[in-house]
């Protein structure tokens, strides 16, 4: 598991961000407020500023789910766009990890329990 998180922080340069500047314009945390989900973290990376920080991919989001039991959560902003779970984790050793979802249709990402799961849409594919 740690080899496969590894093999995706060096895929996605998004995991690698240089400066706070890159941080703060970049970084978004989703799932917050009164209405969160308890035990799930959602964090997206976004690419969409001047400088092209990622060549190859334009949008990253990825859930912490530490609850329990599998977690659903609607993020609206990504309807219709054509996020996958990373080729590292559709191809895990782990069938678990390999279960995340996400449908483009209604925005919603289908995370089993204890799990994280990175999506990602390549450079060209937001609208």
Do not use: C, K, W
Not at 29 to 39: A, C, I, R
Not at 90 to 117: E, K, M, N
């Amino acid at each position: 598991h740690f080899e496969e998180m590894l093999s995706i922080r060096r895929d996605v340069a998004l995991f690698r961000l240089r400066t706070g500047a890159d941080v703060v314009n970049s970084v978004t945390f989703q799932n917050t407020g009164v209405d969160q989900v308890p035990g799930l973290i959602v964090m997206s990376i976004s690419d969409q500023g001047e400088t092209n920080l990622d060549p190859t991919y334009s949008y990253v989001v990825v859930l912490f789910n530490a609850s329990p039991e599998t977690q659903t959560f609607t993020l609206a902003d990504v309807t219709n766009i054509p996020l996958q779970l990373h080729a590292v984790q559709a191809a895990s050793s782990d069938p678990i990890t390999a279960s995340s979802a996400f449908d483009s249709a209604t925005g919603t990402f289908t995370v089993p329990a204890r799990t994280t799961a990175v999506f990602i849409a390549l450079e060209g594919e937001l609208p």
